[in-house]
Antibody, heavy 113, light 108 residues
Framework: DVQLVESGGGLVQPGGSLRLSCAAS????????MTWVRQAPGKGLEWISY????????YYADSVKGRFIISRDNAKNSLYLQMNSLRDEDTAVYYC??????WGQGILVTVSS | EIVLTQSPGTLSLSPGERATLSCRAS???????LAWYQQKPGQAPRLLMY???TRATGIPDRFSGSGSGTDFTLTISRLEPEDFAMYYC?????????FGQGTKVEIK
């Protein structure tokens, strides 16, 4: 079975940094592009970043461009999201997504002083 | 960026009734790469439909999808108690996915 397990969330002050990880299993991770999606409390879903299989192509939403960095380690079957210069509005549940039907359970990031 | 607009924002219905949810795109969705998700509080979104009208694995046939181009519909033929939830449409025709703002189906 496909499994995606996020970790690394928590409480961070505005301006701080956090690194999310997503451990993938049950499928050939290196064969798939990956995506991060987030959901602020009580709000809808927001696509934030995409990375191809080899990391050759990367995209970011304007809301996180220049602050967040997506990366992957195919040898470790892992996806990452380095989040810098965090703002209150980055508070959300962050989901690791393989393709449209395969989502992790999500990890909460709270940015607050 | 393709903007998806869902309507209505809230649908108040009784179990057994038919639910019709709309999703309108600001431009044509490439290759009809349009999906629908159901989300309940505290859970990750669950894929219901992809490619407009193909049900995901394990989704009951009371759920159906239709439409093309810029106008899409999710229909739940007879609402079951477990169907009261939030529903989102999503376009995945580009790598920069976009989602509708959601329709809440609530018990009347």
């Amino acid at each position: 079975d496909v499994q995606l397990v996020e970790s690394g969330g928590g409480l961070v002050q505005p301006g701080g940094s956090l690194r999310l990880s997503c451990a993938a299993s049950g499928f050939p991770f290196s064969n798939y592009s990956m995506t991060w999606v987030r959901q602020a409390p009580g709000k809808g879903l927001e696509w934030i970043s995409y990375i191809t299989r080899t990391s050759y192509t990367i995209y970011y939403a304007d809301s996180v461009k220049g602050r967040f960095i997506i990366s992957r380690d195919n040898a470790k079957n892992s996806l990452y999201l380095q989040m810098n210069s965090l703002r209150d509005e980055d508070t959300a549940v962050y989901y690791c997504v393989r393709s449209i039907g395969y989502w992790g359970q999500g990890i909460l990031v709270t940015v607050s002083s | 960026e393709i903007v998806l607009t869902q309507s209505p924002g809230t649908l108040s219905l009784s179990p057994g009734e038919r639910a019709t949810l709309s999703c309108r795109a600001s431009q044509s969705v490439s290759s009809n790469y349009l999906a629908w998700y159901q989300q309940k509080p505290g859970q990750a979104p669950r894929l219901l439909m992809y490619a407009v009208s193909t049900r995901a694995t394990g989704i009951p046939d009371r759920f159906s999808g239709s439409g093309s181009g810029t106008d899409f519909t999710l229909t739940i033929s007879r609402l079951e108690p477990e169907d009261f939830a939030m529903y989102y449409c999503q376009q995945y025709g580009t790598s920069l996915w976009t989602f509708g703002q959601g329709t809440k189906v609530e018990i009347k």
